[in-house]
């Protein structure tokens, strides 16, 4: 059992994509968990292991408490703590309960990851559709749909725990039309692809657990990006267990993908050139926009012209990361060179949308 437990309803709100390709996870700096009491001590003790559980989901990295600087931090957590407070409630068996819930300065936490050189996964993440089938003593179910709760709140408990954005399908008819609970559970690729493809996401886990008469679960599991699958199984003694191996897996890969390490990219600068930008509001938005992601530290105007601008990125890495990221929501759309002529030499041509895709 974890020792950090988390509210259902705060997971769902923060975590459950419900359209596009990607979403901000809002709470990444925020953790609660149990304690025995109020007292100083088990604050410290508290509020330690939450911000361990920050640290590791803003780094992407699960062993992150290794480094030197990060364990330094984990000793003393105070002065990263911007505020905290008690809940008192009783669990399943109406024992009563203390819920410490934090909340830690992104600033301090950001620059502690840049000064021990590890890297910073912004909030923008992609998001994960999820086909889980349980088998169940009442037959084969779709999680999220007909199955018993259990599994579907330990998955978007683990979710929370590495900021994973996961998805799960409406269950309508046009999903029933097209995937079958039998199809699902024999993950034909094929299959599962067609059915998904109304959902966009960049990211498809699709899997199946059982448990035995003894407690134990087993699971399996294939995870899409694109062309590429990778297939994996998982164990455990609960349903948490059987669920974290895909989670830190695809937390691993993402974070790979989309985080960003300090001095990456030397802050080198690139221009670009965007159109589309035809109000006030829309370039206060764009750079708003751009100055968000993890992988931009400034977006500068250095030309403009109508609905048209050239921007002067100032990157903490490569162009190739920051296509990644634009990649996540559609908003800034690669385009044709529609201009005659422009006064700098730009490395890139976008339209702003302004909305997710």
């Known amino acids: 059992m974890r020792q950090i437990i988390r509210a259902l309803a705060s997971v769902f709100a923060v975590l459950t994509a419900l359209s596009g390709q990607a979403a901000v996870v809002s709470n990444l700096y925020d953790e609660q968990l149990l304690v025995e009491s109020q007292s100083r001590t088990a604050l410290k003790q508290g509020a330690g292991l939450a911000l361990e559980q920050v640290f590791v989901r803003v780094s992407g990295r699960r062993q992150v408490a290794d480094n030197p600087v990060v364990a330094e931090a984990l000793a003393a957590p105070e ?6 407070r008690y809940q008192r409630s009783k669990n399943d068996e109406g024992e009563d309960e203390l819920m410490l819930k934090l909340s830690f300065s992104p600033r301090q936490v950001n620059a502690t990851l840049q ?3 590890l890297p910073i996964w912004s909030a923008n993440r992609p998001a994960v559709l999820v086909w889980l089938v349980a088998d169940t003593i ?3 179910k779709f999680v999220g749909a007909d199955a018993d709760a259990e599994l579907l709140t330990a998955l978007h408990s683990e979710a929370q725990r590495r900021g994973v954005v996961v998805q799960m399908p409406l269950f309508d008819l046009a999903d029933s039309a097209s995937l079958s609970v039998k ?3 024999e993950m034909s690729v094929d299959d599962i692809q067609q059915a998904s493809s109304r959902y966009s996401t960049p990211f ?8 035995f008469s003894t407690g134990q679960w087993i699971g399996s599991w294939v995870l899409l990006q694109g062309a590429e699958s990778l297939r994996l199984d998982s164990e455990g003694l609960t349903a948490t267990d059987v669920l974290a191996a895909p989670i830190d897996y695809l937390a691993d890969m993402q974070a790979a993908t989309y985080s960003v390490s300090a001095g ?3 802050s080198a600068n690139t221009t670009i050139h965007v159109s589309g930008v035809n109000s006030f509001a829309s370039y206060a938005s764009l750079v708003t926009y751009l100055e968000g992601l993890a992988v931009i530290q400034h977006a500068n105007t250095v030309w403009l012209n109508k609905d048209e601008l050239i921007l002067e990125l100032v990157l903490n890495d490569d162009m190739e990361k920051v296509r990644r990221f634009l990649t996540l929501d559609g908003r800034l759309l690669e385009s044709a060179n529609v201009s005659q002529s422009l006064p700098v030499s730009v490395r890139g041509y976008y339209k702003w949308t302004g909305r997710n895709q």
């Open 79 to 84: 002065p990263f703590m911007t505020q905290y």
């Open 115 to 117: 000064s021990a050189g």
């Open 138 to 140: 009442e037959g084969r």
């Open 183 to 185: 199809q699902a559970w």
């Open 204 to 211: 498809i886990l699709m899997g199946r657990v059982s448990q």
């Open 264 to 266: 990456a990219g030397s």
